[in-house]
């Protein structure tokens, strides 16, 4: 089975490269085509959040900022527990043509490995989490 | 690449998944937390040799955990470990950077020629269950509230 750890897209836009970063990295830009809301606090490090009319959120964590050709962030990978560790890096490129902009959109990290250190971590909290119930049982039992 | 374990991991979560009664037998153990084959046949329209059938398998995939229960019944608890190399591939699948990407064209068009239109939200994210009704569904250019019923993650 190919597992895809990379996703990478290029794509060119006809419009110069301030115009493209203003969409990437302002709450005004993000939330037009990405999100339906969205802020951002656009510094490494910087926390930026969107939102759709689902219900759906995704939070950021603004990694890289070189106005106007790198902007990088990290997000959590959908379906994991909410305080899973692992994030996926996204990466957007701006390369100036002409009087346009090679837009290249990479994502990298699906692939992170369930590693042995993990996998015990976790399964340490689920027998953790078993393991308090019985004993908030027990304590109850006693106090009754 | 991926370890082979990993991949081992992947292949069986997907075979159990694959089968209608054994996503009932995990949907149980989801929601209603450890049973005994017992108890899930009490739950299920499944004989219960048919679910300790589908439960010795899954505890082979390493999907549930038997742990000694009540009465020296064997008890099953979901174990979502292997799951979680599953959806790390599902959620590179259901990455919709090409929708995304369109949408951004378009708002950068329709910002250069000043027209305003309302946008069409391709977000589908994440969730293959949305991408699935989208395609099936409507393909309208209009604000329905068409992921209304999105499911939250987590």
Redesign the interface.
């Known amino acids: ?1 190919a ?3 990379r ?1 990478e ?1 290029t ?1 060119d ?3 110069p490269p301030a ?2 970063w203003a ?2 990295t302002t709450a005004e ?1 993000l939330s ?5 809301e969205a802020s951002i606090d656009l510094r490494p490090g910087g926390s930026g959040r969107m939102r ?5 959120s995704a939070e950021m964590r603004v990694e890289r900022v070189e106005e106007p050709t790198v902007f990088g962030f990290t997000w959590h ?6 305080d ?1 560790p692992r994030r ?1 890096y996204v990466e957007f490129t701006l390369e100036p043509t002409g009087a346009g902009t090679r ?1 290249t ?1 990479v ?1 990298t990290g ?5 590693e042995d250190a993990h ?1 015990s971590a ?2 340490g909290n ?1 027998k953790g989490w ?1 393991s308090e119930l019985g004993e908030l049982v027990e304590y109850l039992d006693a106090a009754a | 690449m991926l370890q082979p374990d990993v991949e081992a991991a992947a292949e069986k979560v997907f075979a159990a998944l694959a089968d209608p009664t054994r996503r009932a037998i995990l949907s149980a153990l989801a929601s209603g937390g450890p049973a005994t084959a017992t108890d899930l046949a009490g739950r299920l329209p499944i004989t219960r040799q048919a679910i300790a059938k589908h439960l010795a398998l899954l505890t082979e995939a390493g999907l549930v955990l038997a742990e000694p229960g009540e009465r020296r019944r064997v008890r099953y608890r979901l174990r979502s470990a292997p799951m979680q190399v599953a959806q790390q591939f599902l959620a590179a699948l259901a990455r919709d950077w090409d929708g995304q990407l369109g949408a951004l064209k378009d708002y950068l068009d329709q910002q250069a020629s000043g027209s305003v239109q309302e946008r069409d939200n391709r977000w589908l994210t994440y969730s293959p269950g949305a991408r699935a009704r989208r395609r099936s569904c409507c393909r309208r250019r209009s604000g329905s509230p068409r992921h209304a019923g999105q499911p939250r993650p987590g």
Request: net charge negative; hydrophobic share 50%.
């Open positions: 089975m597992f895809p750890d996703i897209r794509v836009i006809a419009h115009k493209v969409a990437l830009g037009a085509w990405f999100g339906q759709w009319d689902s219900g759906f990978i959908f379906g994991l527990p909410e899973d996926t837009l959109v994502e699906f692939a992170q490995l369930t996998r976790y399964d689920t078993a």
